[in-house]
């Protein structure tokens, strides 16, 4: 099971999140059958006479700004954000990268950098921690999720943008930048200083729960595959042969990654049918990727599967999780996912830099769009949120987000999703359901799902 790329652009279907310290997940999209594209809506077109007079309004406001401003503008710093306001008008996923972005974006896709170790979100202008990454200096120092960040290096964030915070976060392997941070139920702001480490990401881990395989999935980076190969092929040997009494893959708060990954990782379960159809405006941004037969699906095809979801799982992740539910090969088990249902491709703009430009939605197998609906578990399962958390736990998701591009074919969300995960495996709700049921401790209708024919 393999794809070869075939296109120069690539794809991207990460969640609208500054990733520091991690990999940017993007990588050249694999051929794919052709489908059929949707008929989108779309504005009436204009003249070109209008469009030209639009293009003669810019130039106008550009020469008086070049001209009467009170300080000397900087010019291409104006057209860079004139370009940049032109992509975020679009939905919130779309953005120009400056050339310095866009080779952090390349240079990601190696898994190693030099960064804290967070992921974030700019929310009412200052930066929102979503996540610290396991065993990276953000974590070790303590830094939580839903942290408000407000200085770094002791200048406000209020009045930078989310990419000019990402980079003032990221540098050198070993210099050291003080966090100023906000915590809801502390009323005083917490200082932290952390030295920048390099950050290598695995993307699996997996641990055996007695009888019962566990395989953390964190992103879809270019390990996410092999990651979870490699830790079959490892539980098995250390068995013996044996196969386990079930496979836990747990998909919580993983915010996305490559395309290619989420069909690699989907086909390891599947033998066959569709992974994921993404329709476009233009034929090329339509397409369907299939699974096909391979060893490994055939060694665990008769082992069953649970996959863990909740309000931070998205994009890839949903493509993932979408796939093998719609094939009633796994039961998917926690709280909705966070609903991203478009495609991104980088587009590479030379020395100028890139563009990120939402190019196509995806579908599940059952031709569902799950665009700022999110994927349902089919057992839900919620945690014990410790008091201070309560009421902090839960997103909204893409559905919360301002320009979301909407022309999904489920029911949008109004109401939060939890992202809360317990350290001790003892006190995760999901994960001790989970492993019940494949246990056969608990019971549930839809565990082990039906397949159709």
């Known amino acids: 099971m393999r794809f070869t790329p075939v296109r120069v652009s690539v794809i991207a279907l990460a969640l609208a999140l500054a990733l520091i310290g991690v990999p940017a997940l993007i990588a050249q999209e694999p051929p794919a059958e052709p489908a059929a594209a949707v008929q989108e809506t779309t504005a009436t077109p204009r003249t070109s006479e209008e469009i030209y007079s639009d293009l003669s309004l810019f130039g106008e406001v550009f020469d008086r700004i070049r001209a009467e401003y009170v300080d000397a503008p900087d010019e291409r710093a104006l057209i860079h954000a004139a370009i940049q306001g032109m992509l975020t008008s679009l939905d919130p996923h779309s953005g120009y990268l400056e050339p310095v972005d866009y080779e952090d974006v390349q ?97 699996v881990r997996w641990s055996m729960e007695g009888d019962v395989a566990l395989l953390r999935l964190a992103r879809f980076s270019e390990q996410a595959y092999v990651g979870i190969e ?36 989907t086909d390891a379960f599947l033998k066959q049918g569709a992974v994921v159809l993404t ?45 093998l539910q719609d094939h009633k090969r796994a039961t998917l088990v926690g709280t909705r996912s966070f609903g991203k249902g478009s495609v991104q491709s980088i587009i590479s703009l030379g020395p100028n830099g890139a563009m990120r430009l939402t190019t196509a939605r995806y579908y599940t197998p059952n031709n569902r769009s799950i665009q700022a609906a999110g994927i349902h578990p089919d057992i839900t399962v919620t945690q014990d949120v410790p008091e201070e ?65």
């Open 107 to 203: 240079e990601d896709t190696s898994g190693k950098f030099g960064g804290l170790g967070i992921e974030v979100t700019m929310e009412e202008g200052v930066i929102k921690v979503v996540s610290p990454i396991d065993e990276t200096p953000a974590a070790k120092a303590g830094i939580l999720a839903n942290d408000f960040i407000i200085e770094l290096d002791g200048q406000q964030v209020m009045g930078l943008t989310l990419d000019e915070a990402v980079e003032k976060m990221r540098g050198p392997v070993g210099s050291k930048i003080k966090l100023t941070v906000i915590r809801e139920g502390v009323k005083e702001p917490l200082e932290f200083e952390l030295a920048r480490d390099i950050i290598a990401m695995r993307a």
């Open 230 to 265: 490699d830790a079959i092929k490892t539980i098995y040997e250390e068995r013996k042969g044996a196969s386990p009494r079930g496979i836990i893959l747990d998909l919580r708060n993983n915010p996305g990654g490559l395309v290619d990954q989420a069909v690699y990782v």
């Open 389 to 453: 958390f309560k009421g902090r736990d839960e997103i909204i998701g893409e559905a919360g987000l301002s320009g979301q591009i909407g022309g999904g074919t489920e029911e949008v969300a109004t109401a939060g999703s939890s992202v809360y995960v317990p350290a001790e495996k003892e006190k995760d709700n999901q994960l001790q359901y989970a492993i019940k049921l494949i246990l056969g401790e608990e019971t549930n209708t839809a565990f082990p799902p039906k397949p159709v024919g």
């Open 279 to 323: 329709r476009g405006r233009v034929e090329q941004e339509s397409a369907r990727y299939d699974a096909r037969p391979d060893d490994l699906d055939a060694k665990i095809a008769e082992v069953p599967l649970v996959v863990l979801i909740n309000g931070g799982s998205a994009s890839a992740a949903e493509i993932v999780a979408g796939a």
